[in-house]
Nanobody, 119 residues
Framework: VQLVESGRGLVQPGGSLRLSCAAS????????MGWARQVSGKGVEWVSG???????YYADFVKGRFTISRDNAKNMAYLQMNSLKPEDTAVYFC??????????????WGQGTLVTVSS
């Protein structure tokens, strides 16, 4: 299983950024995809998830600002981040798992990509 994130960058508060995750080595359409993040000095947080049937989950701190999506034909997952805040600064990880009810159920993690929100 391989998960490769892209889209790292520096963005001003209020700006937007899209993260992409290229997946391989498993039956993508059958797996839950998600995004987690780690703020420097803090624990990992589950940001968002999208199940194989299209159901989605968003943490309260990103609801209304972030949108998760997937393209099963391309084995890709995305996280569109709008109205970014300085507190969104973190390393973002693409994650996947077969039976997911929470963050601990994700079996595979990407290497992470740094998002910095600063003026």
């Amino acid at each position: 299983v391989q998960l490769v994130e892209s889209g790292r960058g520096l963005v001003q508060p209020g700006g937007s950024l899209r993260l992409s995750c290229a997946a391989s080595g498993f039956t993508f359409s059958s797996y839950t995809m998600g995004w987690a993040r780690q703020v420097s000095g803090k624990g990992v947080e589950w940001v968002s998830g999208i199940w194989s049937d299209g159901r989605t989950y968003y943490a309260d701190f990103v609801k209304g600002r972030f949108t998760i999506s997937r393209d099963n034909a391309k084995n890709m997952a995305y996280l569109q981040m709008n109205s970014l805040k300085p507190e969104d600064t973190a390393v973002y990880f693409c994650v996947t798992g077969h039976r997911v009810a929470g963050l601990n159920d994700y079996d595979y993690w990407g290497q992470g990509t740094l998002v910095t929100v600063s003026s």
